[in-house]
T-cell receptor, first 114, second 114 residues
Framework: ETGVTQSPTHLIKTRGQQVTLRCSSQ?????VSWYQQALGQGPQFIFQ???????GRGNFPPRFSGLQFPNYSSELNVNALELDDSALYLC?????????????FGSGTRLTVV | AQTVTQSQPEMSVQEAETVTLSCTYD???????LFWYKQPPSRQMILVIR??????QNATENRFSVNFQKAAKSFSLKISDSQLGDAAMYFC???????????FGQGTRLTINP
């Protein structure tokens, strides 16, 4: 059974650019949630995807968007990057939207915006 | 909105000793879950222990136990017989029943001294 995998592990972007981060959910999991973890802070919920639809969103602007594919993998897209977008981006997969058991995190993508 | 507060940015303990990490939360709900997660340098969030709010009995997992005080909205983590591998960031988190998101505290960095 594979866990949650995220790619890339690190990347550096310039302010104003666009970035796409990828997440492969754990086998059998149909729900993916994304979190932003700024340096020295706890993760903050960005949004959740279930059956290819956004299923809840945190307090993030529309330039943060996502996709979920039929195989349940997911992408996080951020447009018009700002310096404050520099953070660790974590995804977590689960068996169902409200499921608390088996909620599994990946190791994240470290994004640096310069 | 729910909030989670960890008032100890850093803690240290001697190997084999016991340490307690503090967490308080604010909510108007009665049905929820509380979690402690460990985040080692590998960055992956690893579930340490989980408590259902409707259960009065404190959860235990081997060397890890919690002191859940629902009326005081307090949820502390006790680590017994501390080991070098316990060194990490520890995050307290809250989740309403059926909700999509986890709400995290700011984290406590735990150092184990040999």
């Amino acid at each position: 059974e594979t866990g949650v995998t995220q790619s890339p592990t690190h990347l550096i972007k310039t302010r104003g650019q666009q970035v796409t981060l990828r997440c492969s959910s754990q086998s059998g999991h149909n729900t993916v949630s994304w979190y932003q973890q700024a340096l020295g802070q706890g993760p903050q919920f960005i949004f959740q995807y279930y059956r290819e639809e956004e299923n809840g969103r945190g307090n993030f602007p529309p330039r943060f968007s996502g996709l979920q594919f039929p195989n349940y993998s997911s992408e996080l897209n951020v447009n018009a990057l700002e310096l404050d977008d520099s953070a660790l981006y974590l995804c977590a997969s689960s068996l169902a939207p409200g499921q608390i058991y088996g909620y599994t995190f990946g190791s994240g993508t470290r994004l640096t915006v310069v | 909105a729910q909030t989670v507060t960890q008032s100890q940015p850093e803690m240290s303990v001697q190997e084999a000793e016991t340490v307690t990490l503090s967490c308080t939360y604010d909510t108007s709900e009665s049905d929820y879950y509380l979690f402690w997660y460990k985040q080692p340098p590998s960055r992956q969030m690893i579930l340490v222990i989980r408590q259902e709010a409707y259960k009065q009995q404190n959860a235990t997992e081997n060397r890890f136990s919690v002191n859940f005080q629902k009326a005081a909205k307090s949820f502390s983590l006790k680590i017994s017989d501390s080991q070098l591998g316990d060194a990490a960031m520890y995050f307290c988190a809250y989740r309403s029943r059926g909700a999509q998101k986890l709400v995290f505290g700011q984290g406590t960095r735990l150092t184990i001294n040999p």
